[in-house]
C-alpha cells in the first residue's frame, strides 16, 4: 500500500514536470492531449499541417486513440486556439465541432463521423 502510493506520488511528479517543462530563455511550455477524430492517414497530415502554428513546438495524432498531443508556448498560442485550428482543418476536437461545409469537403476516406459520432 505505501509502496503504490510512492508510486502514485512519484508518477504525478513526472507528469507535473513533462507538461511544465522550462525552456532555457526561461518560458514555460506546457503539452496537451485531447480528442481528435480521424480516419486515415491523410487526416494525420492534414492535423498535423494544422498544428504547424506559432507557439506550437510539437504534436501530433494517434490515429488509434484518436487523440492529439500537443506542447506548446501558453504567452504565444492558447488551448483554445489549437482547438480552433484542427476544427478548422476539418476534425472535431473534444471542444470544438468542425465546419460541417468544411467537413463535407474532405475526401470520402477521412469522414469519421458516422464511424465515431462524437457529437
Sequence with gaps: ????FFL???LLSLG???AWGQTKSGSSKLEVR???Y?????????IAEALDQKG???????????????VFRPSKVSLGQIHRFVA????DTDLLKADSAVYNAL???????????PH
Design 1 to 4: 500500500m505505501i509502496i503504490q
Design 34 to 36: 485531447f480528442r481528435v
Design 38 to 46: 480521424g480516419n486515415c492517414g491523410a487526416c494525420e497530415e492534414r
Design 107 to 117: 475526401p470520402n476516406c477521412c469522414l469519421y463521423r458516422e464511424k465515431h459520432s
Design 88 to 91: 478548422g482543418a476539418g476534425h
Design 8 to 10: 502514485s506520488l512519484c
Design 56 to 70: 506550437i513546438v510539437a504534436g501530433g495524432w494517434d490515429r488509434i486513440k484518436q487523440e492529439v498531443w500537443v
Design 16 to 18: 507535473w514536470n513533462l
